[in-house]
């Protein structure tokens, strides 16, 4: 299962084709919302669960589905998995997503391009990757509980060209997460209620579908601010054709934080 079927399988309203094939979406999809950067992070996470949900019929004396090996997995892959070790993506990492991460950093600089509105005409002071790179991490960005201590110089300009880099496809959904319709996407398959929290997030289908109809409002909205040098249109979010955007709500910007940004030289990030 790849990402782009499990979005297809979240966003459609219609009954599973087999058993846990939602579960097996939200594993496939968290995973790769949570380490963006690591290819192999879906189906690493996916045979996690797919191990789980073998043992949890077998525990009740029932066989897998036959697309589990098939739809899911194909059987060599599979076994492949089953010979090799699995390394783990950085999400697995205990209680990395209590910290200030890479998710979060996307979702705060999402979050200022689409709130920064300075006055004036002057294009100069349009809102760009720069200015939230400065705010950020010279001015302490988003007070957002434990993770506005420290927070300044978080991260270097290059660190902040990577992130972006790695993440921005992601971007419209880290930004939602965060700051919008908040839903919690940290899901550890290293913990033995793993299938469980798959089971219960699985059916919450209105509010994963609010999630997708809100980040295809912030994408529409990135579309007309971000230049197309920081991002290309392959590097945009394929939505599928029958959702429609709904308005994502974010909080208006501080009169302080425009007075912390009135200082702003581009020369003096290094970041675009």
């Not at 079927?5 to 058993?19: D, G, K, N």
């Not at 073998?54 to 899911?72: A, I, K, Y």
Request: charged share 25%; with cysteine; net charge positive.
């Amino acid at each position: 299962m790849e990402v782009k079927q499990a979005v297809e399988i979240l966003t459609r309203s219609r009954p599973s084709q087999y058993l846990f094939e939602r579960e097996f979406a939200v594993a496939v999809f968290s995973s790769w919302l949570n380490s963006p950067e690591d290819l192999h992070a879906p189906s690493k996470t996916l045979f996690v669960a797919l191990n789980l949900a073998l043992l949890n019929q077998r525990s009740v004396g029932v066989d897998p589905p036959r697309e589990w090996f098939s739809v899911v997995f194909e059987p060599q892959v599979y076994l492949t998995l089953m010979r090799t070790a699995i390394d783990i993506p950085l999400f697995w990492h205990l209680d990395n997503h209590l910290e200030y991460n890479d998710c979060i950093y996307t979702g705060d600089l999402v979050r200022f391009l689409l709130t920064y509105r300075p006055k004036g005409s002057d294009k100069r002071k349009r809102p760009s990757l720069g200015k939230a790179f400065e705010f950020i991490n010279r001015h302490g960005g988003y007070v957002r509980g434990n993770f506005s201590y420290g927070r300044t110089d978080w991260c270097s300009a290059s660190k902040h060209h990577v992130i972006w880099r790695d993440f921005k496809r992601s971007s419209p959904f880290q930004c939602v997460r965060f700051h919008g319709s908040k839903f919690d996407w940290y899901l550890d398959p290293r913990q033995p209620g793993f299938l469980e929290q798959l089971i219960e997030t699985a059916s919450r289908e209105q509010d994963i579908l609010q999630i997708f109809c809100e980040a295809l409002d912030v994408q529409e909205r990135l579309r007309a601010i971000v230049d197309g040098r920081a991002m290309a249109v392959e590097d945009f979010f394929l939505f599928p054709a029958n959702l429609s955007p709904k308005v994502c709500r974010l909080p208006a910007m501080s009169a302080s934080s425009y007075g912390k940004m009135a200082t702003y030289r581009r020369s003096a990030t290094g970041a675009k």
